[in-house]
């Protein structure tokens, strides 16, 4: 596979606009839909998917990721990523996809932004605990939880609960990951173990315009495909720089796997002698500009070999698009499995996620026995209230919080509140 030059700056390729008339006719188109569940007026200067962009922005929960957990805790160390340094990468990586293949950079950045909104304290580990505590109560999954947040749980706003996102971005943010239905009503989702996550069905049921406007049997838009290959291209590569900067595994341990071995090989011989720090940000950004390249390139060819001429037809079109080629989902998927085994399985990295675990397990069982101790805001008005609400509320209230805030609480309860910066005596 030819490697790119590292002429980009970390994929940034173009400089062209949104502009409506420069847009290919398989875009989402926000004066055609941006329809929205509660009516309003739009406003001038933005599109409508504009405008679902700067609502996620000003968000709560969008500020909150500020301190959760990407890898680490969000106190570990100045330089790793939070939940918020990766959405905002993400989102860059988006933009620039969009814009090369002419689709709605809008509602593309608005996606790449909303993705993680419904992640819990403390990343996956965190969303494990409160799917397993969920169990009886109708689940958990951070995606769900997502569109709870969107549509319900945000409280800015007059005349309606959540965002009032357009139909588009709401399609985008259910189906992040694909499709969840097959043709015959079966969960696509392992993860999802046959039933659909209670936030989805809730909604669902709260907004029958919407259940009818999406189809969780087809493909989303090209503009949240685009979104979520970015958050595997942005995890990936800067999972890489986390890991080393933590002592998890050298740079060179990943010459072994054909397209990184290749680049830096390319970087030592321009660059002999490259010190340690430069050398990452320079693999770093080579990398990344090579996959959104392969994404770009194999995303046009798939749109001519299946005929897509409209934004309809991408949802129609039964295979996800935007995708990396097969030599490089073959070195992807090597370089999942190597971060795996050495940062996310570590036997350090796991004895913290046990406590972290530990830690929320103690919130939701001390704040369901305890309701009283929920704020005011988080309090169901309804004291006869079936346990599904009860925990329902909870969970939403533990979901929402960020790291630090999950351990402060802990602390006021618990005497035994552990010390989950990699490395600390506990």
Request: hydrophobic share 40%; net charge negative; glycine share 8%.
């Amino acid at each position: 596979m030819p490697i790119v030059s590292a002429s980009h700056e970390d994929g940034d390729l173009t400089a062209s606009s949104n502009v409506p008339g420069a847009l290919a006719p398989y875009a989402a188109s926000a004066a055609m839909g941006g329809e929205r569940l509660h009516r309003e007026v739009e406003t001038p200067g933005r599109s409508a998917f504009g405008r679902d962009r700067d609502r996620i922005v000003h968000s709560q929960a969008f500020r909150r990721l500020a301190h959760k957990t990407q890898v680490f805790i969000s106190e570990e160390g100045d330089h790793y990523r939070t939940r918020l340094t990766h959405t905002i990468e993400v989102a860059q990586i988006a933009r620039s996809l969009a814009r090369n293949l002419k689709v709605d950079a809008d509602l593309t950045e608005a996606l790449a932004l909303a993705h993680d909104l419904g992640h819990t304290p403390f990343g996956h580990t965190g969303e494990d605990a409160l799917s397993e505590l969920m169990g009886p109560f109708g689940g958990f999954e951070h995606n769900a939880q997502t569109l709870r947040i969107v549509t319900h749980l945000e409280q800015r706003y007059a005349g309606f609960d959540g965002l009032n996102l357009s139909i588009e971005a709401l399609d985008g943010i259910i189906k992040h990951n694909g499709p969840l239905l097959g043709a015959d009503g079966e969960v696509l989702s392992e993860k999802l173990n046959g039933v659909l996550p209670f936030a989805l069905t809730d909604f669902l049921v709260r907004q029958p315009r919407a259940h009818a406007s999406i189809d969780l049997t087809d493909q989303t838009s090209l503009e949240a495909q685009l979104a979520a290959i970015s958050d595997d291209i942005a995890y990936n590569t800067h999972d890489i720089d986390d890991g080393v900067r933590a002592g998890f595994f050298a740079l060179d341990d990943l010459r072994s796997i054909a397209t990184l071995g290749t680049i830096l090989n390319q970087i030592d011989e321009a660059h002999p002698g490259l010190p340690a720090e430069r050398r990452m940000g320079e693999f770093t950004r080579r990398l990344i500009t090579l996959l959104i390249m392969d994404v770009e390139g194999h995303a046009r060819r798939r749109l001519t070999e299946n005929g897509i001429e409209t934004a309809a037809e991408v949802k129609r079109a039964g295979t996800p698009l935007a995708l990396f080629s097969d030599e490089v989902a073959a070195d992807v998927w090597l370089l999942r499995a190597f971060l795996f085994k050495a940062m996310y399985r570590n036997a350090d990295i796991m004895a913290l996620r046990a406590e972290a675990e530990r830690v929320l397990r103690d919130l939701f069982c001390h704040l369901t026995a305890n309701p009283d101790d929920l704020p005011d805001g988080w309090k169901v008005a309804n004291t006869n209230a079936d346990k599904n609400v009860h925990a329902r509320q909870v969970c939403d209230f533990i979901a929402g919080m960020t790291d630090r805030y999950a351990l402060s609480l802990h602390g006021r309860w618990f005497d035994d509140t552990p010390d989950l910066r990699y490395g600390a005596p506990n």
